[in-house]
């Protein structure tokens, strides 16, 4: 175990590698091109690690779906536009159950937005291409975050066998901060082997097809899949709890909103309020059952995200039947401090029964 | 059932094959379905049957997803080379085929075609030209001849409008390495078009670099022609646009 | 009123779906037209979903049909679960074999038995055994007669130009069909399955065409250098006419083996045989 000074850029990368990770594919785009360049630096010292930059992100997607099917643990990484375009390659691995990693730093959108932050990339990361979004989808919210979830990614993906992603964003991207790098060994974690799609050694020869001709063929095919993910969803669920036992708001928030949550929940506590954060890292499959528990007690729930409602869509989702009011901070492509939350809370506080929490 | 003296039970299928797909869902005299005969019996004669994959794209060749005893994977639209590339990449002592046809690869498959060309990608990619794009009922593609009526030139290709039609093996030959093999044969020439193959292949068995084989084939059902008119566009009309040989 | 008419591609199926509905459009009724598509240009069995009603329509497929039309003898698996009690199954038996049957010979009740194809070569072409069909389901349909017939006149009159009898021979076809349906159906039958001829030899040479594979596209008879093989009455898979090689004229060259695109054709010199 070591503690570097690091990017979360540079973080998720050496995650990547300590992972088993030894084939990446991509195409340069701010705020990720630095994941790229890291992986080009480290395959020319580790020559087992391969590195294709390609013409663009369809081919990054679809040349990392060919080095899975040769059995090669590969990712990609993406943000903004590049994401539309790779959503090619992660529909057909949805359809084809492919154990695809990818990292999405989000940025501004829709189009070319800005290049530096948002969340607007959950819709098109849970539910993008043309599929139901049966995908893994983990929500980082600090560089140490993009190293844990490198590495648990590419073992959830080649366990389950789901399109599975990491998702940042510009902002924790950028930031240089100290990371605690490991090897798995270090901390118990158990590395899942990958292993061939074709030219196996089992002898007979696969065709594997993603078109169906009838539709009763590709209905019973999701069903499988959805069966499947059911399944293996409460393994793959996480999330962090923070000072709920007690509250009366909850604030829903993910990936760096979540960190800022988590800053303004130590702020109100330390003034009397009884404010609890419930932040889920598995955006998909969501946890549900923890989320809804977590309401037990509750009078209000404040949700915020960096989005007009992407989040705030799956939270309502997972939710439905509450009675307990929803406010929310939406404020796309930009960030919210800590600050920001704390003066909803009281906006709130103050509109509903006249008081403040203490 | 007894076996007759000289009785013939096995058809002409190449050994690659997979009998129990056929009779395969091509169209009634698709040239495409002669070209993957001819396939077959190339990689028969190459004897690499346990080393490669093959993938196709979208159109009619998604229909060959089962058409061989081989490693298939049927890809999305223009997305077989790269998928295929990234597969050489991971296990270099594979043979890879890209099967497609004019519309994944010159048209929304056009710039994977030209990277992977002037990468010098270890992969071989076969090229069906039938001047239009059949499965989805005859439209225009960049292959298509002026004057040419499709359901998207329903007056003929005009030049003004659309251009001139994509010379892909001319135009690869421009930006690739001097160890690439690119070629353009037809599919009714059994002998060029095995030979062909066979060299295309052979070049990445060689660890030479890339291969490129585009095969002039019939589409009776788009061309709306018979046996013999469909047999007359395809020798006489598409050569003289398309001529015929191996481009350096 | 649900109507399923199946067939192979190419045999037509389309071309009457759309008759009846616009005839129907034209008629006041209430219709919708889905024409089943998978990806195969041909390979697949063509299908087409129409409704006829007085009311709206707002859905064009249904679990159940109340006319079925079968033209080929791959359909029969795909339009079985669409058989009811009081289905009507119009049938082509001269196309469909007596054993293909047997997958719904327990659930059809009413049927009417055609010999669109038998009768299409004999008096019109082959390409009109649908148009027999259409006349043959006339009376079930509460269209007028004379609505379908401007409607035929309506879908050929752009290709009178290449073939000016094109109109009159359908509109013939149609009225054929509605004449057969006056007969009395006896047996629900079909075609009895003949033993074909597929293998020629001599003491040089044996030649094959196997029916399981051939699709009839003649690329061997255009490509024989010395114009051995002909086309025959009998039917392959497809439905399409099955060729035949005149052994002695055959000189074992092999273009006919190597110019089939379904490897259908086999030829082989006796030098090398294996005799059991």
Same mark, same amino acid.
């Given at each position: 175990?070591?503690?570097?000074?690091?990017? !979360?850029?540079?973080?998720?990368?050496?995650?990547?590698?300590?992972?088993?990770?030894?084939?990446?594919?991509?195409?340069?785009?701010?705020?990720?091109?630095?994941?790229?360049?890291?992986?080009?630096?480290?395959?020319?010292?580790? #020559?087992?690690? #391969?590195?294709?930059?390609?013409?663009?992100?369809?081919?990054?997607?679809?040349?990392?779906?060919?080095?899975?099917?040769?059995?090669? #643990?590969?990712?990609?990484?993406?943000?903004?536009?590049?994401?539309?375009?790779?959503?090619?390659?992660?529909?057909?691995?949805?359809?084809?159950?492919?154990?695809?990693?990818?990292?999405?730093?989000?940025?501004?959108? &829709?189009?070319?937005?800005?290049?530096?932050?948002?969340?607007?990339?959950?819709?098109?990361?849970?539910?993008?291409?043309?599929?139901?979004?049966?995908?893994?989808?983990?929500?980082?919210?600090? !560089?140490?975050?993009?190293?844990?979830?490198?590495?648990?990614?590419?073992?959830?993906?080649?366990?389950?066998?789901?399109?599975?992603?990491?998702?940042?964003?510009?902002?924790?991207?950028?930031?240089?901060?100290?990371?605690?790098?490991?090897? &798995?060994?270090?901390?118990?974690?158990?590395?899942?082997?990958?292993?061939?799609?074709?030219?196996?050694?089992?002898?007979?020869?696969?065709?594997?097809?993603?078109?169906?001709?009838?539709?009763?063929?590709?209905?019973?095919?999701?069903?499988?899949?959805?069966?499947?993910?059911?399944?293996?969803?409460?393994?793959?669920?996480?999330?962090?709890?923070?000072?709920?036992?007690?509250?009366?708001?909850?604030?829903?928030?993910?990936?760096?909103?979540?960190?800022?949550?988590?800053?303004?929940?130590?702020?109100?506590?330390?003034?009397?309020?009884?404010?609890?954060?419930?932040? &889920?890292?598995?955006?998909? &499959?969501?946890?549900? #059952?923890?989320?809804?528990?977590?309401?037990?007690?509750?009078?209000?729930?404040?949700?915020?995200?960096?989005?007009?409602?992407?989040?705030?869509?799956?939270?309502?989702?997972?939710?439905? !039947?509450?009675?307990?009011?929803?406010?929310?901070?939406?404020?796309?492509?930009?960030?919210?401090?800590?600050?920001?939350?704390?003066?909803?809370?009281?906006?709130?506080?103050?509109?509903?029964?006249?008081?403040?929490?203490? | 059932?007894?076996?007759?003296?000289?009785?013939?039970?096995?058809?002409?299928?190449?050994?690659?094959?997979?009998?129990?797909?056929?009779?395969?869902?091509?169209?009634?005299?698709?040239?495409?379905?002669?070209?993957?005969?001819?396939?077959?019996?190339?990689? +028969?004669?190459?004897?690499?049957?346990?080393?490669?994959?093959?993938?196709?794209?979208?159109?009619?060749?998604?229909?060959?997803?089962?058409?061989? +005893?081989?490693?298939?994977?049927?890809?999305?639209?223009?997305?077989?080379?790269?998928?295929?590339?990234?597969?050489?990449?991971?296990?270099?002592?594979?043979?890879?085929?890209?099967?497609?046809? +004019?519309?994944?690869?010159?048209?929304?498959?056009?710039?994977?075609?030209?990277?992977?060309?002037?990468?010098?990608?270890?992969?071989?990619?076969?090229?069906?030209?039938?001047?239009?794009?059949?499965?989805?009922?005859?439209?225009?593609?960049?292959?298509?001849?002026?004057?040419?009526?499709?359901?998207?030139?329903?007056?003929?290709?005009?030049?003004?409008?659309?251009?001139?039609?994509?010379?892909?093996?001319?135009?690869?030959?421009?930006?690739?390495?001097?160890?690439?093999?690119?070629?353009?044969?037809?599919?009714?020439?059994?002998? +060029?078009?095995?030979?062909?193959?066979?060299?295309?292949?052979?070049?990445?068995?060689?660890?030479?670099?890339?291969?490129?084989?585009?095969?002039?084939?019939?589409?009776?059902?788009?061309?709306?022609?018979?046996?013999?008119?469909?047999?007359?566009?395809?020798?006489?009309?598409?050569?003289?646009?398309?001529?015929?040989?191996?481009?350096? | 009123?649900?109507?399923?008419?199946?067939?192979?591609?190419?045999?037509?199926?389309?071309?009457?779906?759309?008759?009846?509905?616009?005839?129907?459009?034209?008629?006041?009724?209430?219709?919708?037209?889905?024409?089943?598509?998978? =990806?195969?240009?041909?390979?697949?069995?063509?299908?087409?979903?129409?409704?006829?009603?007085?009311?709206?329509?707002?859905?064009?497929?249904?679990?159940?049909?109340?006319?079925?039309?079968?033209? /080929?003898?791959?359909?029969?698996?795909?339009? %079985?679960?669409?058989?009811?009690?009081?289905?009507?199954?119009?049938?082509?038996?001269?196309?469909?074999?007596?054993?293909?049957?047997?997958?719904?010979?327990?659930?059809?009740? %009413?049927?009417?038995?055609?010999?669109?194809?038998?009768?299409?070569?004999?008096?019109?072409?082959?390409?009109?055994?649908?148009?027999?069909?259409?006349?043959? =389901?006339?009376?079930?349909?509460?269209?007028?007669?004379?609505?379908?017939?401007?409607?035929?006149?309506?879908?050929?009159?752009?290709?009178?130009? *290449?073939?000016?009898?094109?109109?009159?021979?359908?509109?013939?076809?149609?009225?054929?069909?509605?004449?057969?349906? @006056?007969?009395?159906?006896?047996?629900?039958?079909?075609?009895?399955? =003949?033993?074909?001829?597929?293998?020629?030899?001599?003491?040089?040479?044996?030649?094959?065409?196997?029916?399981?594979?051939? @699709?009839? /596209?003649?690329? /061997?008879?255009?490509?024989?250098?010395?114009?051995?093989?002909?086309?025959?009455?009998?039917?392959?898979?497809?439905?399409?006419?099955?060729?035949?090689?005149?052994?002695?004229?055959?000189?074992?060259?092999?273009?006919?083996?190597?110019?089939?695109?379904?490897?259908?054709?086999?030829?082989? *010199?006796?030098?090398?045989?294996?005799?059991?």
């Amino acid at each position: 175990m070591k503690r570097e000074l690091l990017t !979360g850029n540079e973080a998720a990368i050496k995650g990547a590698i300590a992972s088993g990770a030894k084939f990446m594919t991509g195409y340069p785009i701010t705020p990720t091109t630095e994941m790229m360049e890291h992986w080009a630096e480290a395959a020319v010292i580790d #020559k087992s690690l #391969k590195f294709l930059q390609t013409e663009d992100e369809m081919s990054a997607g679809f040349a990392m779906i060919g080095a899975i099917l040769a059995g090669v #643990k590969s990712f990609s990484a993406t943000a903004g536009p590049g994401n539309i375009l790779m959503q090619d390659a992660f529909s057909m691995a949805e359809n084809m159950r492919l154990p695809t990693v990818a990292f999405i730093n989000q940025r501004g959108g &829709p189009s070319t937005g800005t290049v530096i932050y948002s969340q607007q990339e959950v819709n098109l990361t849970c539910f993008g291409g043309n599929g139901e979004g049966l995908r893994i989808v983990y929500s980082a919210s600090s !560089g140490q975050e993009m190293y844990d979830l490198a590495i648990k990614a590419f073992n959830t993906a080649w366990k389950y066998r789901f399109p599975t992603f990491i998702l940042a964003d510009g902002y924790q991207a950028k930031t240089l901060t100290e990371i605690e790098t490991y090897m &798995p060994q270090e901390k118990q974690i158990e590395i899942v082997e990958a292993e061939p799609y074709l030219l196996g050694d089992k002898g007979e020869k696969r065709a594997l097809r993603n078109t169906y001709n009838l539709e009763e063929d590709l209905h019973f095919l999701i069903e499988k899949h959805e069966s499947a993910f059911e399944e293996a969803s409460d393994n793959i669920v996480e999330y962090e709890e923070v000072q709920l036992n007690d509250a009366e708001l909850v604030i829903f928030a993910h990936g760096i909103i979540g960190a800022s949550a988590k800053e303004a929940v130590k702020i109100l506590r330390g003034t009397g309020a009884k404010i609890g954060l419930f932040r &889920p890292i598995t955006l998909n &499959p969501f946890p549900r #059952k923890a989320a809804l528990d977590s309401l037990t007690g509750k009078k209000y729930i404040l949700l915020a995200e960096s989005s007009l409602g992407q989040f705030e869509r799956i939270v309502k989702y997972n939710l439905y !039947g509450t009675k307990i009011a929803i406010e929310k901070i939406t404020k796309p492509a930009m960030g919210i401090t800590a600050e920001e939350i704390v003066q909803k809370v009281e906006e709130i506080t103050r509109s509903f029964s006249g008081t403040s929490f203490s | 059932m007894k076996k007759l003296q000289g009785a013939l039970v096995e058809p002409a299928f190449p050994k690659s094959w997979r009998k129990q797909s056929k009779p395969h869902k091509f169209c009634p005299g698709c040239g495409q379905a002669l070209a993957l005969k001819i396939l077959g019996f190339a990689i +028969d004669e190459l004897g690499i049957q346990d080393k490669m994959v093959y993938g196709c794209d979208i159109g009619c060749s998604l229909l060959t997803w089962e058409m061989f +005893d081989l490693d298939t994977v049927q890809a999305h639209h223009g997305r077989v080379l790269p998928t295929m590339v990234g597969f050489k990449l991971a296990k270099p002592e594979s043979i890879v085929i890209a099967f497609m046809g +004019d519309g994944g690869g010159y048209a929304i498959g056009a710039q994977h075609l030209v990277n992977s060309a002037m990468r010098n990608d270890k992969v071989t990619v076969i090229l069906i030209n039938n001047a239009n794009y059949a499965m989805t009922g005859g439209q225009m593609a960049p292959t298509t001849l002026i004057s040419e009526k499709t359901t998207t030139t329903p007056e003929g290709r005009q030049e003004n409008q659309f251009g001139n039609p994509l010379h892909g093996p001319e135009m690869l030959s421009k930006i690739i390495d001097d160890k690439a093999y690119i070629a353009r044969t037809i599919s009714t020439n059994f002998g +060029d078009c095995k030979e062909k193959i066979k060299k295309a292949i052979q070049n990445q068995i060689d660890g030479r670099g890339f291969s490129f084989v585009e095969i002039l084939s019939m589409c009776p059902v788009n061309w709306h022609t018979n046996t013999q008119a469909s047999l007359d566009f395809c020798e006489k009309d598409l050569t003289k646009i398309y001529p015929l040989g191996e481009f350096k | 009123m649900n109507i399923l008419l199946a067939g192979e591609g190419g045999q037509g199926v389309q071309s009457i779906a759309k008759i009846i509905a616009r005839a129907a459009q034209k008629a006041g009724k209430h219709e919708t037209y889905l024409p089943g598509f998978g =990806v195969e240009q041909r390979g697949g069995v063509s299908l087409a979903f129409l409704k006829i009603n007085n009311e709206n329509i707002f859905y064009p497929r249904f679990a159940k049909a109340d006319i079925i039309i079968s033209l /080929c003898n791959r359909s029969m698996a795909t339009i %079985k679960e669409y058989l009811k009690d009081s289905s009507i199954f119009i049938y082509d038996n001269s196309a469909i074999n007596d054993e293909h049957l047997d997958e719904i010979r327990a659930l059809v009740k %009413k049927f009417l038995k055609i010999p669109a194809q038998q009768m299409a070569i004999e008096k019109f072409t082959i390409k009109s055994a649908n148009m027999i069909l259409l006349g043959a =389901v006339l009376p079930s349909l509460g269209i007028d007669q004379s609505a379908i017939e401007d409607q035929i006149r309506e879908e050929f009159k752009d290709k009178m130009a *290449k073939n000016p009898q094109i109109t009159d021979q359908n509109l013939s076809a149609f009225r054929q069909g509605l004449e057969l349906v @006056k007969a009395p159906m006896e047996d629900f039958s079909g075609k009895a399955e =003949v033993e074909i001829k597929s293998q020629f030899s001599d003491d040089k040479k044996i030649w094959k065409c196997f029916p399981e594979y051939c @699709k009839g /596209c003649g690329l /061997c008879v255009a490509r024989c250098p010395v114009h051995a093989i002909h086309f025959t009455k009998n039917q392959g898979f497809l439905g399409t006419p099955l060729p035949e090689v005149d052994i002695n004229k055959c000189e074992a060259c092999d273009t006919c083996e190597k110019i089939c695109p379904d490897g259908a054709i086999k030829v082989e *010199k006796y030098s090398s045989q294996q005799v059991e």
